[in-house]
Every structure is written in structure tokens, then in C-alpha cells.
């Protein structure tokens, strides 16, 4: 995988770009360092670039990308309106509090630009989640976010007491979660319908020693089609 660009283009359409952004790569430019909307506009010769969600810097995978105003403005009304199913990957090496079901809870800022997971549910960050044992300790997750605030999947893992390997920011020691070569959280599918005709885009990782290894291998395979898993019910939940 070459990583000189940060990205790779999965799909392109007439008003938009579904891009697979590698991890390290922040969204908009920070100082010296050029953002992923930059890239694209240089590689592109594109005036314009414009992200209707985002990707934390760590995390790697399919995010999408507006080329005009008007496109950046009906897709993300699909976001705010959660007609964008998305699914993201993850690796722990914790035991958590349970291997499956929802987690949901408000979310406030804690220290150092992290956050953490609150009991009250004025406005809650929305999980649903399976696990899988992939061997030496570690758990494959499936997420489906509901809801799509800031650190929400990384922060609902830590909850259950199953923080992301290399997530120096939920992470407990930091020095565990800097030895390894990359934070292990993925989007690895985003479907959804514009203007009546229906996307859906599936991409697996294609960086860090634990995502290419047979155990996780195996798992995407058992399990192509996340849409199709037996989530736990959103019944009398508050959203």
C-alpha cells in the first residue's frame, strides 16, 4: 500500500468522492501538516472538497466527501437525519464488561481533550456493538453508531472496559497503547440513498500488523455483510 497520498479513492460520482483515508491523516490541514480535504483537492485539481462527517485522525477508513455546496448540504441532512447506516472495526486486548448489546449514555469533555461516557441520557452518544475472539486475548468489534459524536466509539469501548489497542487517549498505560503502530479502529462500511439511487461501500484495512492478521481475516469473511448481523433493538431508546 503506498501511503505518499493518505488516501485512496474507493468510488467516484458526479458530487461526491468516497475516499478510504489511512490513519494519521487529519481531516483539515493542521500547521505544516496537509489534511485529507487539501489532499484530495490537489490530487483532483479540485476547487472544492467538503466533508459531510468526519474521521478522527487515528482512524482509518471510508469517509465521505461533497465536490460542491449544494451535494455537501443534501448529504449531510442524511447524516443529521441518521439515514447513513454506518459500521466501523475495532480491536481490544481487554475483557469487557459484556461482549454484546448497546451502549448508550451522554458524553462530556474530560481531560485533555478526551471524553467520557455519562448514566444520563439527555442527549446520549448510541452504540450497538458484537465481539468476536480472534485469539491472544484480543476481540474483534462490530460498532453501529446511532449517533455520531465526537470520539463516541472509542469512548464507548473504553466504557465496557475495552479500550481500542493503540488509543493513547483511552487507552491505560499510554506507554502500552504507543508501542503499537497504529490506533485499531476502522470505518469499514457506509450505505446510504442520494438522490434515489443507493450507495453502499464495504472496505477492509489494509494497515496495522493486527488487521492483516489471519484471525481478523477470517472474521470479515464469516461476516461480509454487517448490515445483515442481528443487531440489538433501538426499542424505547431515546433518540
Known sequence: MSTELGFECVDEQDEFWVINKYPGISMHSENTEIGLCQRIKNQFNSKECLPVHRLDKVTSGIVLLAKNHKAASELSLL?????????YIAISDRKPKKKQGLIIGDMTKARRGAWKLEKTKKNPAITQFFSSSIGQGRRLYWLKPSTGKTHQIRVALRSIGAPIIGDSSYYSPVTEANKWDRTYLHAYSLAF???GVEYRYQVKPTSGKLFVENGVSECLKKEQNPNELPWPTLKNTPI
Not at 447524516?79 to 459500521?87: A, C, H, I, T
Open 79 to 87: 447524516f443529521q437525519n441518521r439515514q447513513v447506516e454506518k459500521y
Open 193 to 195: 440513498v442520494f438522490q
